[in-house]
Protein backbone atom coordinates (compact mmCIF):
# COMPACT_ATOMS: atom_id res chain seq x y z
CA UNK A 1 0.00 0.00 0.00
CA UNK A 2 1.49 3.32 -0.84
CA UNK A 3 0.49 6.81 -0.14
CA UNK A 4 2.09 10.40 0.72
CA UNK A 5 3.09 12.21 3.65
CA UNK A 6 3.52 16.05 4.01
CA UNK A 7 6.68 16.78 5.32
CA UNK A 8 6.84 20.41 4.52
CA UNK A 9 3.78 22.89 3.28
CA UNK A 10 4.57 21.89 -0.69
CA UNK A 11 6.61 18.84 -0.24
CA UNK A 12 5.35 14.99 -0.05
CA UNK A 13 7.19 12.69 0.48
CA UNK A 14 6.54 8.59 -0.70
CA UNK A 15 5.48 6.22 1.79
CA UNK A 16 5.42 2.22 0.85
CA UNK A 17 4.17 0.45 3.47
CA UNK A 18 3.54 -3.55 3.58
CA UNK A 19 1.73 -5.40 5.51
CA UNK A 20 0.55 -2.86 8.15
CA UNK A 21 -0.60 -5.85 10.56
CA UNK A 22 2.33 -6.98 11.15
CA UNK A 23 3.50 -7.32 14.64
CA UNK A 24 7.77 -5.63 14.45
CA UNK A 25 8.02 -2.55 12.05
CA UNK A 26 11.21 -1.89 9.80
CA UNK A 27 11.41 1.45 7.95
CA UNK A 28 13.61 1.60 5.16
CA UNK A 29 15.88 4.24 4.14
CA UNK A 30 17.15 3.75 0.80
CA UNK A 31 20.56 4.83 -1.02
CA UNK A 32 21.56 6.97 -3.48
CA UNK A 33 20.24 7.46 -6.13
CA UNK A 34 17.44 4.70 -5.84
CA UNK A 35 14.12 4.52 -3.95
CA UNK A 36 12.40 2.04 -1.62
CA UNK A 37 12.55 -0.45 -4.64
CA UNK A 38 16.20 -0.85 -3.83
CA UNK A 39 14.45 -3.08 -1.10
CA UNK A 40 12.41 -5.19 -3.15
CA UNK A 41 13.86 -8.31 -2.12
CA UNK A 42 13.74 -7.97 1.27
CA UNK A 43 9.70 -6.63 0.92
CA UNK A 44 9.13 -9.69 -1.32
CA UNK A 45 9.96 -11.80 1.96
CA UNK A 46 9.56 -9.92 4.99
CA UNK A 47 6.04 -9.20 5.40
CA UNK A 48 5.76 -13.07 4.98
CA UNK A 49 7.23 -13.47 7.98
CA UNK A 50 5.33 -11.31 9.94
CA UNK A 51 7.04 -7.95 9.53
CA UNK A 52 5.53 -4.93 8.58
CA UNK A 53 8.10 -3.32 5.79
CA UNK A 54 7.85 0.59 5.68
CA UNK A 55 10.00 2.17 2.52
CA UNK A 56 10.42 5.77 2.04
CA UNK A 57 11.32 7.96 -0.99
CA UNK A 58 13.74 11.05 0.14
CA UNK A 59 12.36 14.15 -1.28
CA UNK A 60 14.23 14.50 -4.70
CA UNK A 61 13.74 10.53 -5.47
CA UNK A 62 11.65 7.74 -6.83
CA UNK A 63 7.92 8.75 -5.99
CA UNK A 64 8.51 11.47 -3.75
CA UNK A 65 8.17 15.36 -4.78
CA UNK A 66 11.46 16.74 -5.76
CA UNK A 67 12.21 20.34 -4.73
CA UNK A 68 14.70 22.24 -5.67
CA UNK A 69 16.20 22.63 -1.97
CA UNK A 70 16.49 20.22 1.48
CA UNK A 71 18.87 17.79 0.58
CA UNK A 72 21.25 18.06 3.83
CA UNK A 73 20.81 15.48 6.24
CA UNK A 74 19.42 17.53 8.73
CA UNK A 75 16.35 18.09 6.57
CA UNK A 76 15.74 14.77 5.28
CA UNK A 77 16.21 13.23 8.34
CA UNK A 78 13.12 15.59 9.73
CA UNK A 79 11.38 13.99 6.55
CA UNK A 80 11.80 10.71 8.35
CA UNK A 81 10.18 12.13 11.82
CA UNK A 82 7.50 13.42 9.74
CA UNK A 83 6.70 9.99 8.54
CA UNK A 84 7.28 8.99 12.23
CA UNK A 85 4.85 11.07 13.42
CA UNK A 86 1.97 10.97 11.07
CA UNK A 87 2.27 6.95 11.16
CA UNK A 88 2.59 6.68 15.07
CA UNK A 89 5.71 4.50 14.65
CA UNK A 90 6.63 2.91 17.88
CA UNK A 91 9.19 0.37 18.68
CA UNK A 92 10.78 -0.19 15.29
CA UNK A 93 13.92 -1.15 13.29
CA UNK A 94 15.26 1.54 11.54
CA UNK A 95 16.79 0.32 8.40
CA UNK A 96 19.64 2.07 6.34
CA UNK A 97 21.48 1.77 3.38
CA UNK A 98 24.36 4.55 2.32
CA UNK A 99 23.15 7.50 2.19
CA UNK A 100 19.99 6.60 3.95
CA UNK A 101 22.13 4.96 6.67
CA UNK A 102 23.56 8.50 6.99
CA UNK A 103 19.98 9.98 7.58
CA UNK A 104 19.26 7.27 9.85
CA UNK A 105 22.22 7.93 11.49
CA UNK A 106 21.47 11.73 11.93
CA UNK A 107 17.96 10.57 12.88
CA UNK A 108 19.36 9.31 16.09
CA UNK A 109 21.23 12.38 17.13
CA UNK A 110 18.91 14.94 16.36
CA UNK A 111 15.80 13.32 16.84
CA UNK A 112 17.55 11.43 19.91
CA UNK A 113 15.84 8.32 17.97
CA UNK A 114 12.67 8.61 18.78
CA UNK A 115 10.41 5.66 18.42
CA UNK A 116 13.20 3.96 17.42
CA UNK A 117 13.81 -0.02 19.96
CA UNK A 118 16.90 -1.01 17.16
CA UNK A 119 18.89 0.42 14.43
CA UNK A 120 20.44 -1.51 11.02
CA UNK A 121 23.15 -0.14 9.20
CA UNK A 122 23.90 -1.27 5.48
CA UNK A 123 27.19 0.03 3.83
CA UNK A 124 26.29 3.63 5.86
CA UNK A 125 27.96 6.40 4.29
CA UNK A 126 29.18 7.44 7.97
CA UNK A 127 31.27 9.35 9.68
CA UNK A 128 31.99 10.97 6.42
CA UNK A 129 31.87 9.32 2.77
CA UNK A 130 35.20 11.18 1.72
CA UNK A 131 38.57 11.58 3.51
CA UNK A 132 39.59 14.43 5.57
CA UNK A 133 42.49 15.78 7.39
CA UNK A 134 41.66 14.05 10.86
CA UNK A 135 39.69 11.26 8.81
CA UNK A 136 41.78 9.11 6.49
CA UNK A 137 39.17 6.34 5.02
CA UNK A 138 36.47 7.22 2.64
CA UNK A 139 36.40 8.18 -0.87
CA UNK A 140 38.76 10.76 -2.27
CA UNK A 141 36.97 14.33 -2.65
CA UNK A 142 37.56 14.48 -6.06
CA UNK A 143 35.76 11.08 -7.22
CA UNK A 144 33.00 12.80 -5.39
CA UNK A 145 33.50 16.16 -7.89
CA UNK A 146 33.61 13.78 -10.34
CA UNK A 147 30.25 12.24 -10.22
CA UNK A 148 28.38 15.85 -9.59
CA UNK A 149 30.01 17.16 -13.07
CA UNK A 150 28.80 13.77 -14.61
CA UNK A 151 25.46 14.46 -12.91
CA UNK A 152 25.32 17.60 -14.77
CA UNK A 153 27.16 16.79 -18.04
CA UNK A 154 25.90 13.08 -19.04
CA UNK A 155 23.06 11.89 -16.01
CA UNK A 156 22.49 8.43 -17.65
CA UNK A 157 26.18 7.82 -18.21
CA UNK A 158 26.95 8.69 -14.82
CA UNK A 159 24.81 6.39 -12.95
CA UNK A 160 25.10 3.61 -15.60
CA UNK A 161 29.08 3.94 -14.42
CA UNK A 162 28.03 4.11 -11.03
CA UNK A 163 25.96 0.49 -11.48
CA UNK A 164 28.88 -1.04 -12.95
CA UNK A 165 30.56 -0.49 -9.25
CA UNK A 166 27.92 -1.03 -6.97
CA UNK A 167 27.35 -5.36 -6.84
CA UNK A 168 29.97 -7.70 -6.62
CA UNK A 169 27.66 -10.73 -7.39
CA UNK A 170 27.11 -10.83 -11.46
CA UNK A 171 24.11 -9.40 -12.69
CA UNK A 172 21.93 -9.49 -15.74
CA UNK A 173 21.69 -7.07 -18.22
CA UNK A 174 17.99 -6.45 -17.79
CA UNK A 175 18.91 -6.15 -14.17
CA UNK A 176 21.35 -3.62 -14.64
CA UNK A 177 18.57 -1.44 -16.87
CA UNK A 178 16.26 -2.03 -14.05
CA UNK A 179 18.74 -0.38 -11.36
CA UNK A 180 19.47 2.12 -13.78
CA UNK A 181 16.12 3.30 -14.20
CA UNK A 182 15.61 3.73 -10.59
CA UNK A 183 18.58 6.26 -10.43
CA UNK A 184 16.55 7.78 -13.29
CA UNK A 185 13.24 8.66 -11.55
CA UNK A 186 15.61 10.63 -9.44
CA UNK A 187 15.79 14.60 -10.34
CA UNK A 188 19.15 15.46 -11.52
CA UNK A 189 19.09 18.48 -8.84
CA UNK A 190 18.91 16.03 -5.93
CA UNK A 191 21.35 13.75 -7.43
CA UNK A 192 23.85 16.28 -7.13
CA UNK A 193 22.83 18.27 -3.95
CA UNK A 194 22.81 14.71 -2.12
CA UNK A 195 26.53 14.33 -3.37
CA UNK A 196 27.43 17.78 -2.24
CA UNK A 197 26.09 16.75 1.33
CA UNK A 198 28.42 13.87 1.47
CA UNK A 199 31.03 16.44 0.75
CA UNK A 200 29.83 19.38 3.51
CA UNK A 201 28.57 17.18 6.27
CA UNK A 202 30.29 14.68 8.76
CA UNK A 203 28.35 11.94 11.48
CA UNK A 204 31.00 12.01 14.17
CA UNK A 205 28.83 13.29 16.84
CA UNK A 206 25.28 11.59 15.90
CA UNK A 207 27.54 8.34 16.25
CA UNK A 208 28.41 9.05 19.54
CA UNK A 209 24.55 10.02 20.33
CA UNK A 210 23.14 6.18 19.09
CA UNK A 211 22.10 4.25 22.17
CA UNK A 212 19.88 1.29 20.89
CA UNK A 213 21.34 -2.29 19.41
CA UNK A 214 23.13 -1.53 15.76
CA UNK A 215 23.37 -3.99 13.56
CA UNK A 216 25.88 -3.00 10.63
CA UNK A 217 26.31 -4.89 7.68
CA UNK A 218 28.91 -4.43 5.56
CA UNK A 219 30.51 -5.57 2.20
CA UNK A 220 33.83 -6.14 2.35
CA UNK A 221 34.48 -5.49 -1.55
CA UNK A 222 32.40 -2.19 -1.47
CA UNK A 223 33.79 0.45 -3.79
CA UNK A 224 31.14 3.46 -3.00
CA UNK A 225 31.56 3.21 1.18
CA UNK A 226 34.62 1.56 1.90
CA UNK A 227 34.51 -1.21 4.52
CA UNK A 228 36.67 0.58 6.49
CA UNK A 229 33.46 3.08 7.42
CA UNK A 230 31.79 -0.04 8.64
CA UNK A 231 34.52 -0.76 11.52
CA UNK A 232 34.63 3.19 12.13
CA UNK A 233 31.03 2.82 12.75
CA UNK A 234 31.18 -0.64 14.94
CA UNK A 235 34.12 1.88 17.29
CA UNK A 236 31.79 4.14 17.58
CA UNK A 237 28.46 2.72 18.48
CA UNK A 238 27.84 1.55 21.95
CA UNK A 239 26.24 -2.29 21.62
CA UNK A 240 27.14 -2.56 18.06
CA UNK A 241 27.83 -5.47 15.92
CA UNK A 242 29.51 -5.65 12.66
CA UNK A 243 28.61 -8.43 9.87
CA UNK A 244 31.16 -8.67 7.26
CA UNK A 245 29.30 -10.00 4.26
CA UNK A 246 32.29 -11.88 2.28
CA UNK A 247 30.71 -12.07 -1.10
CA UNK A 248 29.28 -8.51 -0.95
CA UNK A 249 29.99 -5.03 -2.79
CA UNK A 250 28.01 -2.07 -1.96
CA UNK A 251 24.90 -3.85 -2.40
CA UNK A 252 24.55 -6.79 0.18
CA UNK A 253 20.57 -6.28 -0.10
CA UNK A 254 21.11 -8.28 -3.44
CA UNK A 255 24.45 -9.61 -3.56
CA UNK A 256 23.89 -11.87 -0.29
CA UNK A 257 20.48 -11.16 -0.11
CA UNK A 258 19.08 -14.16 1.38
CA UNK A 259 21.98 -13.94 4.17
CA UNK A 260 21.16 -10.69 4.43
CA UNK A 261 17.32 -11.32 5.44
CA UNK A 262 18.05 -13.86 7.70
CA UNK A 263 20.65 -11.81 9.54
CA UNK A 264 17.99 -9.06 9.53
CA UNK A 265 15.77 -10.83 11.42
CA UNK A 266 17.73 -12.56 13.46
CA UNK A 267 18.71 -9.64 14.65
CA UNK A 268 15.29 -7.86 15.37
CA UNK A 269 14.26 -11.03 17.18
CA UNK A 270 16.61 -11.15 19.49
Known amino acids: MGYYVRVEPKVKVYVEDLNPEGDKTIVFLHGWPGSHNLFEYQFDELPKRGYRCIGIDQR ?19 DVWHVVKALKLKNF ?14 YMGRFKGEGVSK ?27 DIINGTYA ?39 AVANTWIREVLFSDLAAINVPTLIIH ?26 FKFSGHGSFYDQKDEFNKELMKFIEE
Request: charged fraction near 15%; glycine fraction near 10%; charge should be negative.
Open 60 to 78: GFGESDKPFTGYDYNRLSE
Open 93 to 106: TLAGHSTGGAIAIR
Open 119 to 145: LALFAAAAPSLIKRPNFPYGLDEQTVI
Open 154 to 192: DRPQMLSDFGNIFFFQHITEPFATWFLNLGLQAAGWATA
Open 219 to 244: GIHDKVVPFQLGEVQNQSIRNSKLLP
